[in-house]
């Protein structure tokens, strides 16, 4: 079974410009997730989709970043403009219907580095 | 909010030495609680879990964890570690009961484990 798909793996920018990040989550998992993890931090849930609706979106800084799942299956994560601080890696999980109980799978994160 | 504390975030042991990270969590209603684990140049994945019944759970590679309800502790054991059990690990909560309120993770700050030969 193929895993949670994430690109590009790394991306280097200077701030002020845009980035954008993709992910295909595991076929027929209903629910998508995305995180940021900065160094030496846990991740930390930015925005969680079920199918193409957003479930909980609280901690996605919404003046800058934006998120979209049109089809319900691979989503874009976007920064606009990029700051210092958004330096982390970009996780993406999905599981298969958001359980509280389910296992969440996390494909290999996007690295990005603001100059 | 919830919140989950890591307090050990560097362990060295050398093989067979036995290891228990320690982990608690801030939330005092019904909680489902996991340890997720990060291989280098792997992805996060998952170690074992807790929902309910035995507060003793068994995960893969011969790691488990218990449950201590009064103390809102969830730390992970394994008897004797493994050069292969380097690793980061990270503690995660969420909201329980059957179907609980999403997934909603919330992790802790992680534990990087060296383990020398």
């Known amino acids: 079974e193929a895993g949670v798909a994430q690109s590009p793996r790394y991306k280097i920018i200077e701030k002020r410009q845009s980035v954008a990040f993709w992910c295909n989550p595991i076929?027929?998992?209903?629910?998508l997730y995305w995180y940021q993890q900065i160094l030496g931090q846990g991740p930390k849930l930015l925005i969680q989709?079920?199918?193409?609706?957003?479930?909980?979106d609280s901690q996605l800084p919404k003046d800058r970043f934006s998120a979209e799942r049109l089809k319900g299956v691979d989503s874009t994560l976007k920064i606009q403009p990029a700051k210092l601080e958004d330096s982390a890696v970009y996780l993406c999980?999905?599981?298969?219907?958001?359980?509280?109980?389910?296992?969440?799978?996390f494909g290999p994160g996007t690295r990005l580095l603001v100059l | 909010a919830q919140s989950v504390s890591q307090h050990n975030h560097h362990v060295i042991l050398s093989e067979a030495a036995s290891l228990e990270l320690g982990c608690n969590y801030s939330?005092?209603?019904?909680?489902?609680l996991f340890w997720y684990v990060q291989y280098p140049g792997q992805h996060l994945q998952l170690l074992l879990k807790?929902?309910?019944?035995?507060?003793l759970v068994k995960g893969i590679k011969g790691f488990e964890a218990e449950f201590i309800k009064s103390k809102f502790s969830f730390n992970l054991r394994k008897p004797s570690v493994q050069w292969s059990d380097t690793a980061e690990y990270f503690c995660?909560?969420?909201?329980?009961?059957?179907?609980?309120?999403?997934?909603?993770?919330?992790f802790g700050t992680g534990t990087q484990l060296k383990v020398e030969l």
């Open positions: 807790y929902f309910s019944g035995d507060p």
């Open positions: 939330y005092g209603g019904t909680v489902n």
């Open positions: 999980a999905s599981s298969l219907v958001g359980a509280s109980r389910e296992t969440q799978y």
């Open positions: 989709f079920q199918n193409n609706g957003v479930v909980d």
């Open positions: 076929s027929g998992h209903a629910t």
């Open positions: 995660a909560v969420n909201e329980g009961g059957l179907t609980g309120g999403g997934n909603k993770l919330t």
